[in-house]
């Protein structure tokens, strides 16, 4: 099993739509979370960090499930910017080695 | 905002050659890193660099690499005798101090490499 997992998709959604995507993880040690945005043949840029507890950010929601080993992204009122690929980062206890997701293509259309 | 920024933005190097990827990191951050992202692939953790040394390396990160920090402000990664295979984008990140790596990394936007 891949230390960390995505579901390539594309995700095809219209503008307005509610997306959520999912990230597993192999290695129950896992401590950090992010959720990351890369557009195409740019650098990575941070979305956000995925806390225990579950947090919001606008329209984005993460959430933790330690028990699962899964993180997921939430999008609501998806908007044509939001199209982009999203990589899921996990980092070890410990350690300073993250390891990316393959990324989530989303694709936002009018 | 503070950036981390790169140069080259797209380097072309012949088969064989040495390169030397530069980086400034955001200038009170602590830890720095570099990862490599093949055309199409992930993006591979490569190197970090913590007090001057590095704290830790990928399988990938043989002894074709090397990073440096020769001053206050850049750091480097060489690649010695560069193959095909070394085409990728190139990217440096950086972070502050943390527990356990908690704290986001911030990339630079990355050096393409092209190997001919």
């Known amino acids: 099993r891949k230390e960390v997992e995505q579901d390539p998709g594309p995700f095809n959604v219209p503008e307005g739509a509610t997306v959520a995507f999912n990230c597993t993880y192999s290695n129950s040690a896992s401590q950090s979370f992010f959720w990351y945005r890369q557009d195409c043949r740019k650098e990575p840029k941070l979305l956000m960090s995925v806390y225990s507890s579950g947090n919001e950010d606008g329209r984005f929601t993460a959430q933790l499930n330690r028990a699962s080993q899964y993180i997921s992204l939430l999008i609501r009122d998806s908007k044509l910017s939001d199209s982009a690929t999203y990589l899921c980062v996990v980092l070890r206890s410990g350690s300073y080695i993250p390891t990316f997701g393959r990324g989530t293509s989303l694709i936002v259309h009018p | 905002e503070p950036e981390v920024t790169q140069t080259p933005s797209h380097q072309v190097t012949q088969m064989g050659q040495e390169v030397i990827l530069r980086c400034v990191p955001i200038s009170n951050h602590l830890y720095f890193y570099w990862y490599r992202q093949i055309l199409g692939q992930k993006v591979e953790f490569l190197v970090s660099?913590?007090?001057?040394?590095?704290?830790?390396k990928s399988e990938i990160f043989d002894d074709q690499f090397s990073v440096e920090r020769p001053d206050g402000s850049n750091f480097t990664l060489k690649i010695r005798s560069t193959k095909l295979e070394d085409s990728a984008m190139y990217f440096c990140?950086?972070?502050?101090?943390?527990?356990?790596?908690?704290?986001?990394?911030?990339f630079g936007d990355g050096t393409r490499l092209s190997i001919l």
């Open positions: 660099f913590y007090n001057n040394e590095i704290s830790e």
């Open positions: 990140a950086s972070s502050d101090a943390g527990q356990g790596g908690d704290q986001p990394q911030h």
